[in-house]
């Protein structure tokens, strides 16, 4: 997201220096399944709601005076809370508020909220927090236009490379192909790391001392549970999206109801336009949260089916989604949590302030986007 904090944090760490972003050209949604099923821009602002083909005529005019609503709703001002109590009531109480149909609702929560599935409809309370998830997709569309989404250059793999960077300069060192071997502890905390280097000959083995221990669920097989599997396919195709305009890079999510399911697809498609492939290539990523023990190819399948051919299809065996066991402060030992399904991040971004909250016992806070600097295209 254009206006995210994952955008925020790179910003205000100045890793933005050794990345360049090209903007994703479209977000879309998917409404209804198979080949009934209309894909179509997801509306920003109160004129697109009035254009889309998501919604019928009276429809759209309940839409444009929800999304306004969204603009102008400020927390701290009741008068502008439509008579709701926003500390107990539920997203569905707002959505009925306005009279949104099902369908409606399903886009603005899954599209633009980006909630991965209902569940948050009927917690109390959460309204505050899904209206500004809204106001956060319309304010990173006004950004830059067209979408919300920004992808760096050269792909995902950027984001490493430049904290890795960044961290040269401060005296962190980076290391590939090193083997965690045994996590050293004095009484219950960690103190340090026996690794082994496996990329040069012969190898080498070495002990390093640390205050606190940062890593993803791999290097902790015993200090984390298996919360659910992620299908994740990623396909080659010599053609744009159907339905995006011919856009050289898109987001489709489909709704979780759309297609009969608890969790939402997620399609993400990029191009040479941000040098991840030859010129006149895409590649799609299509994801889910795995539902079934068997046949995971079919719960891909509608969102492969919104593809068109595809030259060549990689589908691996359901990844493994990790949760630490205890919030670290114990043993000094913070684990994050697995990547999911979504392709847009926010999820991910989640973690990392909660790793920050549980290790330093407060709230992460940015700078975010400075006056003057952007970052797409790399101009700063």
Excluded at 109 to 137: C, F, N, W
């Amino acid at each position: 997201m254009s206006s995210g904090e994952l955008t925020n944090i790179l910003v205000s760490t100045d890793v933005t220096r050794y990345l360049e972003f090209k903007q994703v050209a479209g977000s879309y949604v998917q409404q209804g399944a198979g080949s009934k099923a209309t894909v179509a821009k997801v509306p920003s602002d109160a004129g697109e709601a009035l254009k889309s083909p998501l919604m019928g005529i009276f429809e759209k005019r309940r839409m444009k005076s929800f999304i306004e609503w969204v603009g102008q709703f400020d927390l701290k001002d009741s008068a502008t809370h439509k008579g709701l109590n926003m500390t107990t009531c539920t997203m569905k109480e707002v959505f009925d508020k306005f009279g949104l149909e099902a369908t409606t609702k399903d886009f603005i929560g899954h599209a633009m909220a980006l909630y991965q599935t209902d569940s948050y409809l009927d917690k109390p309370g959460v309204a505050p927090e899904a209206i500004e998830r809204i106001r956060l997709y319309g304010n990173s569309v006004a950004r830059y236009g067209k979408s919300p989404y920004i992808y760096p250059l050269y792909g995902l793999g950027e984001l490493p490379q430049g904290f890795a960077r960044l961290s040269a300069i401060y005296g962190g060192t980076y290391m590939l192909n090193t083997n965690v071997d045994e996590v050293v502890y004095e009484g219950e905390k960690a103190v340090g790391i026996k690794a082994t280097m496996t990329n040069i000959e012969p190898e080498m083995k070495f002990e390093t001392k640390a205050k606190i221990i940062i890593g993803d669920p791999s290097y902790f097989p015993n200090k984390v549970k298996v919360v659910g599997h992620v299908l994740r396919a990623i396909c080659i195709l010599k053609h744009p999206l159907a339905n995006t305009s011919d856009a050289d890079s898109a987001q489709l999510i489909i709704p979780q109801s759309q297609v009969g399911r608890k969790n939402d697809i997620y399609i993400a498609v990029v191009s040479s336009a941000h040098n991840v492939c030859p010129k006149g290539y895409w590649i799609a990523i299509v994801s889910t949260i795995a539902e079934t023990s068997a046949n995971h190819h079919l719960e891909l399948a509608p969102g492969i089916e919104r593809l068109g051919k595809i030259e060549e299809q990689f589908m691996g065996p359901p990844i493994p989604l990790y949760e630490p066991l205890e919030d670290g402060t114990k043993d000094n030992i913070f684990i994050s949590k697995s990547y999911d399904a979504s392709s847009h991040f926010e999820t991910t971004t989640d973690d990392v302030r909660d790793i920050y909250r549980r290790l330093a016992g407060e709230e992460l806070v940015v700078e975010g986007l400075r006056e003057g600097i952007q970052i797409e295209g790399g101009d700063q």
